[in-house]
């Protein structure tokens, strides 16, 4: 009899696991099923706005770094406006114009491969897509944990890898299925954080007009006419290398 009752409460016991594990694997699969079809919407659109602000701090010398980007795209064109600098593309091109405030410089590049295809800006919120996915619905999704929180008075998931001393957070609107925050923290060395912004239907004409480089504020600026001859790896390359990882 006792051990009859100690077998069901061992049988109970592994039923219930097993049940929590399962909920744990479904959630985390079903955010990040949604935030990749979220993308893949999102690429498909033409009219939209993205923000994002990043700080970076540096936790062994307190040094702190801030800084925003825009980034604008409508009826194929892509304006990005990073610092002192702002940046053309234009879908399917391999012509771009890059402009830089500081060294009254204007760069008019013509590349040997096209840089920009539509929906490749959306690629700012694709880090669930390119490092999660791979785990949806996989036992190595226990490795993530989940909870819920608010941000800005954003209801969120926030997906989180790692421990309280070195982890990486992303902060998914639960409505919209957008990253809206991701936080990456080494208690040791580095606090990153990068906050997005994603407006639809709200650019004009004049937010891309690229004809405003012919107004007279721009008569003393260097002109260059560059052709790159780097392959688009190693453009890729660098650009990764720049990023915030």
Known sequence: SLLKIALITILVIILIATLMLSSKVRTFSNIVNKSCEKIEYMKTLDNYKITVKTIKKDL????????????????????????????FYKDDSYNSVKVYHDLKQIDFCNNNFIQQKQGDAIILFSYIKDNYQR????????????????????DCYVIRF????????????????????????????????RVFTFEENVVTNDDIDITILESSEYTDYEKNYIENNITKKEFMDIFDSLQWQ
């Open 60 to 87: 062994q010398t307190e040094n702190i770094l801030e800084y925003s980007e825009n980034y604008y795209y409508k009826d194929g064109i892509l304006k990005v406006e990073s610092g002192d600098s702002i940046f």
């Open 135 to 154: 785990y949806s619905s996989t036992i190595y999704s226990l490795i993530f944990s989940v909870r819920e929180d608010r941000y800005n008075g954003i």
């Open 162 to 193: 790692g421990n309280n001393n070195n982890y990486r957070d992303i902060w998914v609107d639960k409505e919209k299925f957008i990253t809206i925050r991701e936080v990456n923290e080494d208690s040791l060395s580095f606090y990153n954080e």
